[in-house]
C-alpha cells in the first residue's frame, strides 16, 4: 500500500535537545511538506520541499530545520531554538511540483516537552 | 498566513440529517479543496474545485464554490456517526496549500 510513514507517534523533547520527526513516502511524489497544528486550530506550513536538494521556508520555520537529500525522505528536525514546541506535527506529499494538487497526509507525530 | 475561514466553528446534528460547512477566503485562488481530520489522525483530501467551476459532486459530497463571494461550502447529505470529524477548507494559488482552523462536526447517532 502506498502511503506517508511518519515516526515516532509520541516523541517527548528535553530542554535544550534537539529532536527529529521522520517522514517517509513511497508514493512517488515530488513535494513534501511539514505542518504544525496546534489544538483547535488549523495547519500551518513549516518547511516544504517541492524536489529532491531544495525547499523553502513556510510560514513558521524558524526553530526548524529540514533535509531533502532523498525523494522518499523529508525529515524535520525542532531545535532547541524552538521555545514552544509542544504541537502535532503533520508531513504530506503532493504529486507534481506545483502547489494546487491535493496532499496526501501521515497520521502525525505529537510532540511534548518533558 | 491563514486565508480559509470555516462557519461554524463546531456543529452538531442527528444522524441523517443534512450538514453545511462553509469557507470565506481572501485573495483570488487556483482551486479550493477540502479535507477531514478524524481526532488524532492525519488530513484526508475529499474533494477538488477548480476556480472555473460552481458545483462538483462526490457520493453524499456537494461541493459548491462562489469566486466573487470568494466563499465555499461544503454539503454532507445524510450524515452518519462516522462522519464525525473536523473538516477543513485549503486554498490554492501562488503558494502552497492555506489551511482553515476547521469545523468540527459532531453527529448524533
Known amino acids: 500500500d502506498g502511503g506517508i510513514t511518519q515516526s515516532p507517534k509520541y516523541l517527548f523533547r528535553k530542554e535544550g535537545q534537539n529532536v527529529t520527526l521522520s517522514c517517509e513516502q513511497n508514493l512517488n511524489h515530488d513535494a513534501m511538506y511539514w505542518y504544525r497544528q496546534d489544538p483547535g486550530q488549523g495547519l500551518r506550513l513549516i518547511y516544504y520541499?517541492?524536489?529532491?536538494?531544495?525547499?523553502q521556508k513556510g510560514d513558521i520555520a524558524e526553530g526548524y530545520s529540514v533535509s531533502r537529500e532523498k525523494k522518499e525522505s523529508f525529515p524535520l528536525t525542532v531545535t532547541s531554538a524552538q521555545k514552544n514546541p509542544t504541537a502535532f506535527y503533520l508531513c504530506?506529499?503532493?504529486?507534481?511540483?506545483?502547489?494546487?494538487?491535493?496532499?496526501?497526509f501521515g497520521d502525525g507525530t505529537r510532540l511534548s516537552i518533558l | 498566513s491563514q486565508q480559509g475561514e470555516e462557519d461554524p466553528q463546531a456543529l452538531s446534528i442527528q444522524e441523517g440529517e443534512n450538514a453545511t460547512m462553509n469557507c470565506s477566503y481572501k485573495?483570488?485562488?487556483?482551486?479550493l479543496q477540502w479535507y477531514r481530520q478524524n481526532s488524532g489522525r492525519g488530513l484526508v483530501h475529499l474533494i477538488l474545485?477548480?476556480?472555473?467551476?460552481r458545483e462538483k459532486h462526490s457520493g453524499r459530497l456537494r461541493v459548491t464554490l462562489d469566486t466573487s463571494k470568494k466563499s465555499s461550502s461544503l454539503l454532507i447529505t445524510a450524515s452518519r456517526a462516522a462522519d464525525t470529524a473536523s473538516y477543513f477548507c485549503?486554498?490554492?494559488?501562488?503558494?502552497?496549500?492555506?489551511f482553515g482552523k476547521g469545523t468540527r462536526l459532531s453527529v448524533i447517532a
Open positions: 485549503a486554498t490554492s494559488g501562488n503558494t502552497p496549500l492555506v
Open positions: 520541499s517541492q524536489i529532491v536538494n531544495d525547499f
Open positions: 485573495t483570488s485562488i487556483n482551486n
Open positions: 504530506a506529499s503532493g504529486s507534481g511540483t506545483g502547489n494546487n494538487q491535493p496532499q496526501h
Open positions: 474545485i477548480r476556480s472555473n467551476e
